[in-house]
């Protein structure tokens, strides 16, 4: 007997992975999505300070998929829960941001709840969003940014095709006064090698 399957989007955008759904988010997922932010607060503070503070409510959670309805249909920024398909449980949360309207050019970002990482989980989610990225929406290129001691993530960069492209450093530090890290810039281009093999 297949799981229930969780709502998708008025857009009708959803990915599929091997063992992973990609859904845009709906008001039906506000509450999943405000408890995994709740569960893992602490440790995606240094790294998403910004989601973290809009997102101190289940008020809070509706209000900003509302903005990501939004940003989706302009094409903006598209966001996407991650849920595993043989639970139906939202376990992390993926988003590709254009780097300027209208232009092919994005950068990816994605969190894992703690319960789900070291299972392959984000590279098997990003895999599907670069497929998405320049199967569909014909981006060019893609970057993804990581602390310099997030060597999780710089090992999901390299697994799924993307080179160390520059480091810098941030200019102010954020409104949750965390102390400044240097930030690694990965980038895969549509025309590498390396891109055609994702999918």
């Known amino acids: 007997m297949m799981p229930p399957t969780a709502p998708t989007s008025a857009t009708g955008t959803k990915l599929s992975s091997e063992r992973l759904w990609l859904r845009p988010y709906t008001q039906e997922m506000a509450p999943a999505f405000w408890e995994l932010l709740h569960q893992n ?3 995606l503070l240094a790294d998403f300070p910004d989601r973290t503070a809009a997102v101190q409510s289940l008020p809070d959670a509706q209000n900003r998929i509302r903005v990501y309805h939004s940003q989706f249909k302009a094409g903006d920024l598209y966001s996407f829960g991650i849920w595993r398909k043989e639970t139906e449980e939202l376990i992390g949360d993926i988003t590709l941001r254009r780097l300027a309207r209208g232009k092919p050019y994005a950068e990816v970002g994605y969190y894992l709840g703690a319960q789900a990482e070291g299972q392959g989980y984000a590279s098997e989610a990003l895999k ?3 497929k998405f990225s320049f199967q569909e ?4 290129s893609v970057n993804l940014r990581c602390a310099h001691d997030n060597h999780r993530s710089q090992r999901v960069a390299e697994r799924c095709g ?5 480091t810098y450093m941030p200019e102010e530090p954020d409104s949750t006064h965390t102390p400044r890290r240097p930030i690694l810039v990965y ?3 549509k025309e590498d090698a390396r891109a055609a093999l994702r999918w």
């Not at 929406?137 to 060019?140: A, D, G, I, K």
């Not at 993307?162 to 520059?166: Q, R």
Request: proline share 0%; glycine share 0%; aromatic share 16%.
């Open 137 to 140: 929406l014909r981006m060019e």
């Open 162 to 166: 993307f080179t160390y492209f520059k």
């Open 128 to 130: 599907a969003l670069i």
């Open 41 to 43: 607060r602490q440790r």
């Open 187 to 189: 980038r895969l281009k």
